[in-house]
């Protein structure tokens, strides 16, 4: 049980992400519209983001500005 605890400890929810990409709430809840964001997890009527899949969605991102 102290590992679904601490699992639950570490889920995030949509201010979390916003927060975490410097964009607002609205564009978090469009990526999930359009399905373009980190994968979620619905519980209820809520929904949850893992660290690990928001950090793995940013790593996808491209990059630019470098020759």
């Known amino acids: 049980m102290g590992t679904i605890n601490y699992a639950l400890a570490e889920l995030l929810n949509e201010h979390d992400v916003a927060r975490i990409t410097g964009l607002s709430v609205a564009s978090v809840r469009r990526w999930r519209l359009l399905k ?13 983001y893992r660290a690990e899949d928001v950090r793995a969605w940013l790593e996808t991102r491209p990059t630019g500005g470098g020759h």
């Open 36 to 48: 373009q964001g980190p994968k979620f997890i619905k519980i209820s009527a809520s929904v949850r």
